[in-house]
Each structure stands twice: as C-alpha cells, then as structure tokens.
C-alpha cells in the first residue's frame, strides 16, 4: 500500500538547511495499523505529510499504492489525497461554521458525489462513530472526543486505502483517548490500513507495529503482542 | 459554469459571516451611492443648460440689422441697413444645402379685438418655417403654410394667452378678430415652452403684413435654421460666411458688428458643450476616485478575510480540493457581494436622485437629475470586475500555499 526508498527531506532554514528525513525506508501492507513514535524533532510529522502528499520529498521513491509519486503538482495531489487518504488531526481540523454532518460530507463534495447522497453516506459514517444525535450540532458545541471521531468520520467518509492520523488523541484525556483508539482498531479490524504518529507509548501500544523514528531514521520496527493474523515484511 | 453546490457552500460561507460580509459590501455600497449621487447632480445640472436654451431651436441663426458704424465705399456712418425680400431669397439660393428651415420676421405692434375685448400685442409677420425655428406648439388648428403667403390670406395664429384675454373659455378656432381694422381669421392656437411672453404673441404670413402694412418688401429680420447634418465648427464658419457675404451684398464694411450681425446657436451650444465637458470629466476623476477608494476597501477586507481562512483553506486541500476550486469559490463569494452590494448603492441612488427631483431646480439649477441606463451597465460591470480582481489576487495566494503551512495556521 506504502512503500518508501531511501526517502530524504530537508528543510532550508535561512542559508543552512536541516536534514529531517535521512533515507527512509519504510512498507507498510493494506490492513496493517501501524504507529509511528518518535520525539518532536524526530522527523515523523514529516513523514507523515509526505506520506499524505501535504509535503513534497527531495530524493527517493515513495509509492502509493503501487503509483509513483513524483513530479505531484497541487491538482494531482488533491485528486489523489481525495480518493486513497483520509486525515485525522490531533486539533481535528473541522470546519467551525459547518454542523458535524456536513463536515464529514465536505470530501465527498470534493468527490463530485450529489448533495443527497452526500449527506446520507455522511449521516450513516456519525451513525458508526456513535454520534447521529450530534449531526446538526456545529463543533464548538462538542466535546474533544465527539470533534475527533466527527473528524474521523469524515476520514472514512471517501473509503480511502489509508487513514493518516496526526497524534490523533493528543489534545484528549485519557478516556476518549482509548475511545478514539478503540475506533481507530475498529477500522483496522474492518480491513483499512491505519498509519497513526505518536508520542504516547500507551497509544503506540494498542496498534500491530510500531515502528521508531530518531533523527531521522528508523531505529526499530516491530510487531506488538496485538498482532494475530497480519504480519509484516 | 452554475454549479449549486459551490452557491450553497457560497451562501453559508457569506451567511455564517455576516459582519465581514456586510462590511464589505457596505464599502461598495457606498462608493456606488456617491458615484450615482455625484453623476445624477451633474446630470440635473447638465439638463438646466439643456432647458435654458430649449426656447429656440438648438441650430437657429438669426440675422439682425441695425445701424452702420463704419464709413465704406463713401457712404455714410449711421445709414440704416434694411432687409428686403431680395436679401431673403438671396440666402435661400446661395445657401440652400446649408440650410434647414428658413423664415423672415416682421416686427409689428397692432391691438386685437374680438367682440368687446381688445389688447395690444406684438405680432410676428413669418413664413411656415419659422414654427419649427422658435418651438411653436400648436394646440388647436394649424400653423401657418405656403397657400396662405402664396394668397396673402388674412389669417392668424393666436397665442394661448392671446385667446384666454380676447376669448376667455370660449372657442376661438374659425373665428374672426379685427386687427387694426382688418379682419383676421384665427386658424390656430399655439404654446411655447419659452415663457409668457411667447404666448402672448401672434403669427401672420408674410406676404399678408408686406401687403397690408406699408406695401413694401420689407422685412426685419432673417432667422435660419442650419442643416443639422453640420458639426458646430462647420455651422460656426457657415455663420462667419453669411455674415460676410450679406455685409458685402448690403454695401457694409466688413467689420460693422452693430451694421449686421448674425447670431449663431452653434457658438452657444459649443461653448455650453466645452463646458459641460469640464464638468463631466471632473466628475469622472471624483467618481472613479470614489470607485477606486471603494475597489480597494473590498480588496482590503477580502485579504484580511482569506488570512482569516487560510486554515479551513488547508483543512479543504487536505480533504481533496483542487487549488482552481479554492480561488473560485473566493472570486465568487467576492463578485456576488459586490454585485448585490453595488446594486443596493446604485438602487439607493437612484431612489434618492428621484426624491430630489425637480426640487432644486429653482434654487441650485438641478433639473431632473438621475443616471443613464448606460452608466448604470458601466458601474455594474465596473464592479464585477471589480469584486473579481479583489477576490482573486489574494484567493491565487492562498490558494498557493502548501497545506502543511495552511494547517499550521491559525
């Protein structure tokens, strides 16, 4: 599904440039749940937008489901971002003028799907995370752990291959925390490639792999006792 | 190109945003109010100058003789100049493709009488020309025509204060008045937009006084009206030729002004045109000043407004849209408000423009302003234009910016 050679990334600050991402490499298969820790600096939110086609890398090879990404102009990366990815941030990202249903249809307008079928493939996605009562609420009227899962939600909404999510519980407590990650196994567990960043080990903990990041390279990449049937290569 | 989804993601942006929504189209708003205001008063204006000289035809000449004040070719200072029929078919023959109408004028000052009732009024002695020369208005009847000078018949058109003294609300038309001793029928009843004294007046061919009045070939004054196929220089110099040629023919020197002049509409109209031209273009600078002044307001708010929204702009790219998607739901969201907006000033304009109405005539020489259909389009388009040009600079910029660095915002 993933599939990243050699992959670097630099970042010019001023004359000097940083070297965030020093040769990468990384597969992740459909299905796995994969988590990424690292400390800030790291260089795993780099990862994760180049992953996502937010940012563009300097060398290397970084295949998304099977297709090469390269020479991505905005209008290629908005086409592709709609149709395989689906985001999830750690400040949920929703849009405040907007109700919770018509937050999670936003993608599939992007998608060119008509308004009705838009907001019944939507209201049925709040149905799964739990909130059909909260459709017409806008965000600031609801809590962290509601935000989150409407933003995931609105992931799912396009059935992407992967879902991204960006310290998806790190503006949570500790109990929407194991909310959120129950519905992130859930995902998984229905098939979807789930690519989680964190710096939390108990979050880390609940996904199949978990793989560290330190300066910009990987330093270990193993399975945790959660893994039954997928395995990784 | 209607696309409803991209209205409805329009109307909610606008509608969950009021405020900065209605502050940018209250700048718009008001820069078209001004404009239309400024326009309508010039135009109110404009009309004045307009109406001042509605009394006369706009191409009318006069021909006028007075006394001479030169000595030349060894006649005398102080000879009376007098036109006569010659002088009149004179111009007719030499001039004929320069001119439109064409009527002599014979001053006359006679008492009409209609049963017990009698005045003393002017009268004209004039051709059927002379009716489209001075703006006559026929209420009732007819004008004066070639069978009548050709027959010297004793006929006469009557002003419409003429008839209310000698006829009160009784009928006039086909009844005979007695003027110095003859009796005229009355064929006609006129109006004049030129005041009372115009309609205290009465018309008699020509033919008829030259007859009756001293059996001469006289007349008193030569009015014309140019072809109006002549621009004003070639009506100007038209003027300039037959004041030259008719000194000439009249034996008069050359420069005697108070001898024989002719008085050219062509000169007034040029210069009331210079300077309602002036006036035009300083309101066009002040006008687009203000519409400039407004542009520039919307362009303002609408860069604050799309830093304000850099954030849900990554939060869309993030979730799939394209770049092109972005700028044209700002450009959009930019042209309707100042399209609605500019409608609103220029409706609000307009309406106050006609609340003004004639009110300010007397005081402030504004007739009747108000704003043409054309620049009504012009301000429209200007603000189309407008609102699009404020709308896409900064909506391409955002749209530019990498998601990351749009999400990071705040």
């Given at each position: 599904m993933i599939r990243i050679e050699k992959l670097h990334k630099s970042y010019p600050i001023g004359k000097e440039s940083i070297h965030v991402l020093k040769g990468i490499d990384l597969h992740i298969k459909e299905g796995e749940f994969v988590s990424i820790m690292g400390s800030?600096?790291?260089g795993k939110s780099t990862l994760l937008n180049i992953v996502g086609l937010l940012d563009i890398h300097d060398e290397g090879n970084y295949y998304l489901n099977g297709e090469l990404i390269k020479d991505m102009n905005e209008k290629k990366a908005a086409i592709l971002r709609n149709k395989f990815l689906g985001f999830v941030f750690q400040s949920f990202n929703l849009i405040s003028y907007k109700t919770a249903l018509e937050n999670v249809a936003l993608p599939l307008y992007y998608k060119g799907v008509n308004r009705k079928e838009r907001l019944e493939i939507a209201m049925e996605y709040l149905e799964k995370v739990g909130l059909k009562e909260w459709a017409n609420h806008l965000p600031n009227e609801l809590s962290g752990g509601q935000k989150q899962r409407v933003a995931i939600a609105r992931a799912l909404v396009t059935k992407p291959k992967v879902v991204l999510a960006d310290e998806p519980t790190g503006a949570l407590d500790s109990t929407t925390t194991d909310s959120v990650m129950d519905l992130l196994k859930d995902i998984n567990n229905e098939g979807m490639t789930v690519f989680v960043i964190t710096h939390e080990e108990e979050v880390a903990a609940q996904t199949k792999r978990i793989v560290r990041l330190k300066d910009g390279v990987i330093v270990s990449d193993e399975l945790t006792k959660n893994t039954n049937s997928v395995s990784h290569v | 190109m209607f696309d409803i989804d991209r209205w409805r993601e329009i109307f909610q942006s606008i509608n969950k945003n009021r405020l900065r929504s209605v502050l940018s189209g209250f700048t718009v708003a008001f820069a078209i109010l001004l404009f239309t205001l400024l326009f309508g008063i010039v135009s109110g204006l404009s009309n004045s100058f307009k109406s001042a000289f509605a009394?006369?035809?706009?191409n009318a000449m006069f021909v006028r003789v007075w006394q001479t004040s030169k000595p030349y070719k060894g006649l005398q200072t102080g000879r009376t100049i007098q036109l006569k029929n010659d002088d009149f078919n004179y111009v007719k023959e030499e001039y004929e493709n320069k001119i439109q109408y064409q009527s002599a004028r014979i001053y006359k000052n006679f008492t009409l009488k209609y049963k017990n009732e009698a005045n003393s009024y002017s009268v004209r002695a004039v051709h059927p020309d002379h009716q489209f020369l001075e703006k006559t208005i026929i209420d009732e009847g007819r004008y004066l025509n070639e069978k009548d000078l050709q027959e010297k018949s004793k006929v006469i058109v009557i002003g419409r204060l003429i008839k209310a003294d000698l006829f009160g609300e009784k009928p006039a038309l086909g009844k005979r008045i007695n003027m110095n001793g003859s009796s005229y029928l009355v064929i006609g009843i006129f109006s004049d937009e030129g005041g009372d004294n115009e309609e205290r007046l009465a018309y008699i061919p020509t033919t008829t006084a030259q007859m009756i009045y001293g059996n001469n070939d006289y007349i008193s004054q030569i009015n014309l009206g140019y072809n109006p196929d002549l621009n004003l220089d070639q009506a100007i110099s038209f003027g300039n030729q037959l004041e030259r040629d008719l000194r000439s023919k009249l034996n008069?020197?050359?420069?005697d002004q108070s001898a024989l002049s002719v008085r050219n509409m062509a000169e007034a109209n040029k210069n009331v045109g210079s300077f309602m031209a002036i006036l035009y273009a300083i309101v066009i600078l002040v006008g687009s000043g203000t519409l400039i002044a407004g542009i520039i307001g919307i362009s303002n708010i609408m860069i604050f407004v799309i830093k304000e929204r850099t954030k849900e702009f990554g939060i869309r790219k993030a979730l799939g849209a394209q770049p092109l998607s972005i700028v044209w739901m700002v450009v959009q969201e930019s042209v309707f408000i100042t399209t609605i907006a500019g409608y609103l000033g220029l409706s609000l304009g307009t309406y106050l423009l006609s609340l003004i109405g004639d009110s300010l005539e007397k005081d402030?020489?504004?007739?009747d302003p108000s704003v043409s259909t054309g620049i009504v389009v012009g301000a429209t388009i200007v603000l189309i234009v407008s609102g699009l040009i404020a709308g896409y600079i900064p909506a391409k910029r955002a749209a530019n910016i990498k998601p990351i660095e749009a999400l990071r915002a705040d």
């Open positions: 800030s600096g790291s | 009394d006369d035809a706009q008069i020197h050359p420069d402030y020489f504004i007739k």
